[in-house]
Structure formats: structure tokens, C-alpha cells
């Protein structure tokens, strides 16, 4: 919990007052995306079964007044993850359907004179689950036995990004990004996710 106030508190002073409003770009982005477990308390269920699905959302460049290049990049996106048990034991599936948003610091430069930009950024990230088996029922597999009852699961953890974008001529924009988990998705057990995403945005 102390990291989450940490991390907002760093989102509240990046999207204070040295942020100007004279220029803005919104993007529309969907893409794919892949989340692996890690930690002490992680069980080999979860090590071996990465969930895989799909993202889809807006994000919103903030432009500082003093420094080209770089901006406040907050953003606000739908994950939907799934995976099989394909040993045909309980549960036969884990998902994920959660609100993620991020808030990046964004550094971008030319790479060919008015047509290919690119960015890297990095930020924290705030994941809320919605619904699903992994949000909705509150339950979590932390064990190696899958017959052990399944651990309650925290509706709102962390995480770090870290990522690159090329955009082309001002309106198609490609990223890949990764978001290294910093708080525990269970209640007293180290356990955190960690998440690739690769896609597409238009600019407007």
C-alpha cells in the first residue's frame, strides 16, 4: 500500500502546474498483450501459465512549455487476459479483466525530418481489477496444490512501465512496452505480475 501512495503522490507532481495546455495529442491504441507471474510465493501453476489476450484504450500527451520532447503522458486502458490449465485440473481457466492507467513521462525526437518520430517513456502504472475469475471471485492460486483454497486477491496493485514508440508521419503510431509489477497481487504473499504489450494507435 505504501508504494501505491508513493506512486500516486509522483503522478500528482507530474501532472501538476509546470504542465502547459497550449498542445495536446490524444491516441487510440489496441494491441496485444502477455502477463507472467513472479515471487517467492508464486505457485508453479501460475510460473508456467502466462496469461495472453488483448488491450484497447486512450492515452493523452501533456506538453511542457520550457522542454520540447518531452511530455505527461497519462492513459487509461482495458486488459482482457486469459489462460488454460491444460493439466484438467481446477480451475480450467484463469483471466483478467482490469483498468489500467498509466502515467508516463515521455521523452520524443525526429528520426527522419517530418515523417518518423520516436519516444521512450516510462512511468507507474495502476491496475483495477473489473471482473473475471482472477478479480471477480476474489481468488488467487498461491500454491503448488491446486486443492488448497485459493488466496483472496487484492482489486488494486502496481506496477512500473517501460517502453519505446515509433510514429509515422503524425498519425500511426506503433509501441511496445513492459510493466514490471511492484506490489503484491495477494495480501501477505509475494506474488506480482509482470506485462508485455506490443500494438498500434492513431493520433488525432
Known amino acids: 500500500m505504501k508504494k501505491i501512495k508513493i506512486i500516486l503522490a509522483i503522478a500528482a507532481f ?3 502546474g509546470t504542465v502547459a495546455s497550449a498542445q495536446s495529442d490524444w491516441t487510440a491504441g489496441v494491441g496485444y498483450a502477455t502477463t507472467s507471474f513472479r515471487g517467492a ?3 508453479g501453476f501460475l510460473t508456467s501459465h502466462p496469461l495472453r ?3 484497447a484504450g486512450v492515452s493523452h500527451d501533456f506538453y511542457f512549455s520550457a522542454l520540447a520532447g518531452l511530455t505527461v503522458e497519462p492513459g487509461a486502458y482495458f486488459y482482457y487476459q486469459s489462460g488454460q490449465n491444460d493439466s484438467g485440473l481446477t480451475p480450467k481457466f484463469i483471466k483478467m479483466h482490469y483498468l489500467s492507467i498509466p ?3 515521455k521523452y520524443t525526437f525526429e528520426l527522419v525530418q517530418g515523417t518518423l518520430n520516436a519516444s521512450v517513456f516510462t512511468g507507474p502504472v495502476l491496475n483495477v481489477g473489473l471482473i473475471g475469475n482472477l478479480y471477480e471471485n476474489g481468488q488467487f492460486v498461491t500454491s503448488t496444490d491446486l486443492q488448497e483454497p485459493m488466496r483472496r486477491l487484492t482489486r488494486v496493485n502496481a506496477q512500473w512501465d517501460f517502453g519505446l514508440a515509433v510514429t509515422v508521419a503524425g498519425a500511426v ?6 510493466a514490471l509489477g511492484l506490489s503484491r497481487l495477494v495480501p501477505e504473499q509475494n506474488v ?4 508485455f504489450s506490443v500494438g498500434a494507435g492513431l493520433l488525432f
Open 192 to 195: 506480482q505480475s509482470n506485462t
Open 103 to 105: 502515467v508516463n513521462v
Open 41 to 43: 510465493d508464486c505457485s
Open 53 to 55: 489476450g488483448f488491450y
Open 14 to 16: 507530474l501532472l501538476g
Open 173 to 178: 503510431q506503433i509501441r511496445v512496452g513492459y
